[in-house]
C-alpha cells in the first residue's frame, strides 16, 4: 500500500486502486506456499528490525555485488565509475521522469558511465526473463499489479539487503538513516533484514475544498461531531457531506473508521487488527468508529446511487463541488488533477477523533512507505544500484519528485513551504509536521489479501443495506476464516 498507480485505459489492471497496491491479493499470497515453504516462511515474519522508529537492519541476506572501486565518504560502496548502471521505474501514477532525472544526477557524479533508466508497467513480464537469465538490471521498482513476488525473490537469494544503503552518508550531510521519517523502512523489512526501500510516502486523510469552507464558513473539523454539524448544514443546502462510488470508494470509508478507531483506542487497536484476533471487531473503539459512519448514513448525508459509479466518479463529483469531503491518500490531488477546478485549494485534515479523551490525539496520523525499490543480488552493478538509490534520496531529487507528482517521499524536510503551490501537498506536509512520532498503520487487509472479501460489505454498509453491527459481524468472520486456517501462513505482529 504502497502507493497509487494510474494505468493506460487498455492495461486490464487500471481498475486497481490504490488501497489495492499496497498489499497483495490473497491469491497472490496463497501462491506463495506453492512457490517456496521457505518464502512462505519468512514472509510470515516480516516486521520492522533493529529496535529503532526507522525498522533499520544491520545487513545479512544475500549480498549486493561489490563495486571494485575505491570505498570512501563519497562512494561509501565503492562503484567503479565507469561501470554502466541498469534501472527499471515503474511507471504508473508517478511516471518515471524522476527516475530519470535521478540518472541524469547520476551521470554528473559519474560521467564516465553509462546510465540507463527504462520504464514500463510489466514489472514481472519484463524483468521474470532477465532474473531467471541471470541478468537482472543493477536497481528497480517493484510496484504495479504485476509487480514480482518479493518473499519468493528473497527466498531464492535474488535480492541485496540494504543495510548498507542506510547506514550510508547521505548526499546531504549525517547517514540516511538520519533523514527518514519514523516507520518508512518497516514495508521493506523482512525477518529484521532490510530488502525493499519504499520511497514515497502517503498520508491517509480527510480532504474537502479550503475555497468552499470559506464560502461556507465552515471551520476545518477536528471531531466527529464536528463533521456532522457541517453534514447538517450541507444537508439544508441539499448538498451530500460524502462521496462515494463502487467498492473501491467504498473501502475508502473503512480505513476512516479504523484510522478513527486506532487514534480513539490506541496503536494496540492496530495490533489486535493484524494479529486476526477474534475480537479485533468487536474491540469497543471499533464499533464506535463503524456506529459513527452508520450514524452518517442514516442521517442521509452519503451521496445518493454511490454504488452504481466507479470511484473515480465520484471523486469527480466532489472535485466539482457536488459534495463536501472525500476520505482518501495523498495521491488524490495527481490522481484528480485533470477534473480539479483551479480555485478548488484541495485540503487534507487528519482523521477526526471520536471524543476529547482519544489517546493518540488530534494530531495523529494514518501514514505508509510505499513504491519498493530493489537491488537484485546478481546484478552486474549492485553497487551502483545502491548509489543510484543514495542519490534519490537526496533532499534535491526528493523534492524534484514532490514537484512532479505532488506526493511526499519517505526524507524528511524535503517539502518547501510553498509545496511548490500545491494546496493538498502543503496539508500532507503540514500533517506530518504536526503528527511528530505520532504515526500508525495496519496491515491485516494487505497481509492476506481481504479487500475482495470487505469491500462488498462496505458497499452494502454505505447504501444502507446493512447495519454496522451485520458489518462489524461479517467482517470479523472473514478475519476469523484467516486465522483458522492453518494453510494460510501468519505474518508476526510485534
Not at 510470515?44 to 529503532?52: I, M, V
Request: contains cysteine; hydrophobic residues 40%; negative net charge.
Amino acid at each position: 500500500m504502497t502507493a497509487r498507480d494510474q494505468r493506460p485505459a487498455e492495461d486490464p489492471a487500471a481498475l486497481e486502486t490504490p488501497l489495492d497496491r499496497l498489499g497483495a491479493s490473497r491469491r497472490r499470497f496463497l501462491s506463495l506456499a506453492g512457490v517456496s515453504a521457505g518464502a512462505a516462511g519468512l514472509a510470515a515474519c516480516a516486521a520492522g528490525g533493529g529496535g529503532d522508529d526507522t525498522g533499520s537492519s544491520d545487513g545479512g541476506g544475500a549480498a549486493v555485488a561489490e563495486g571494485g572501486g575505491e570505498v570512501s565518504d563519497d562512494n561509501p560502496f565503492g562503484v567503479d565509475a565507469s561501470a554502466p548502471v541498469d534501472v527499471v521505474i515503474f511507471n504508473g501514477g508517478f511516471g518515471d521522469q524522476y527516475g530519470k532525472d535521478a540518472g541524469t544526477k547520476y551521470a554528473e557524479l559519474y560521467p564516465e558511465a553509462d546510465v540507463k533508466v527504462s520504464s514500463t508497467v510489466n514489472i514481472q513480464p519484463d524483468l521474470q526473463p532477465r532474473f531467471i537469465g541471470g541478468n537482472p538490471p543493477d536497481l528497480f521498482d517493484n510496484s504495479g499489479a504485476q509487480s514480482m513476488n518479493t518473499s519468493a525473490l528473497i527466498s531464492d537469494g535474488s535480492l541485496g539487503e540494504l543495510g548498507a544503503l542506510i547506514k550510508a552518508p547521505s548526499l546531504d550531510g549525517g547517514t540516511i538513516e538520519e533523514s527518514l521519517l519514523p516507520g518508512v523502512l518497516v514495508p521493506g523489512t523482512y525477518s529484521g533484514k532490510l530488502f525493499a526501500l519504499n520511497y514515497t510516502y502517503t498520508v491517509f486523510a480527510l480532504w474537502y475544498s479550503a475555497t468552499q469552507f470559506e464560502k461556507e464558513g465552515w471551520k476545518a473539523p477536528a471531531s466527529w461531531d464536528e463533521v456532522m454539524a457541517i453534514g447538517e448544514s450541507a444537508k439544508s443546502a441539499k448538498l451530500p457531506l460524502f462521496a462515494w462510488g463502487g467498492q473501491n470508494a467504498a473501502d475508502y470509508y473503512q480505513e476512516l473508521a479504523l484510522s478513527m478507531a486506532i487514534k480513539e483506542g490506541g496503536k494496540e487497536v492496530a495490533t489486535k487488527l493484524d494479529k486476526l484476533d477474534a475480537d479485533a471487531f468487536s474491540q469497543q473503539t471499533v464499533v464506535d468508529a463503524h456506529k459513527a459512519i452508520e450514524e452518517a448514513v442514516k442521517a442521509g448525508y452519503f451521496m445518493s446511487g454511490g454504488a452504481g459509479i466507479k470511484h473515480t466518479e465520484a471523486q469527480a463529483e466532489w472535485v466539482t463541488g457536488k459534495a463536501v469531503m472525500y476520505p482518501s491518500g495523498s495521491w488524490i490531488e495527481n490522481e484528480q488533477r485533470d477534473v480539479t477546478p483551479e480555485d478548488f485549494k484541495m485540503t487534507g485534515l487528519s482523521t477526526p477523533v471520536l471524543s476529547d479523551g482519544a489517546k493518540l490525539g488530534a494530531a495523529a496520523i494514518h501514514g505508509a512507505a510505499g513504491e519498493p525499490f530493489m537491488v537484485p543480488s546478481k546484478g552486474k552493478n549492485g553497487a551502483g544500484g545502491l548509489e543510484f538509490l543514495r542519490i534519490m534520496l537526496s533532499k534535491e531529487q526528493c523534492q524534484n519528485f514532490s514537484k512532479l507528482t505532488s506526493s511526499i517521499t519517505i526524507v524528511k524536510d524535503t517539502v518547501p513551504e510553498d509545496a511548490f503551490g500545491s494546496t493538498a501537498l502543503a496539508s500532507v506536509n503540514e500533517l506530518i509536521q504536526g503528527a511528530g512520532e505520532d504515526v500508525f498503520t495496519y496491515n491485516f487487509k494487505d497481509w492476506y489479501g481481504l479487500g475482495p472479501d470487505i469491500k462488498p460489505l462496505w458497499t452494502e454498509f454505505l447504501g444502507g443495506d446493512i447495519t454496522a453491527d451485520e458489518c462489524l459481524e461479517r467482517t470479523q468472520e472473514i478475519v476469523d476464516k484467516v486465522r483458522e486456517d492453518d494453510s494460510i501462513e501468519k505474518f508476526d505482529v510485534e
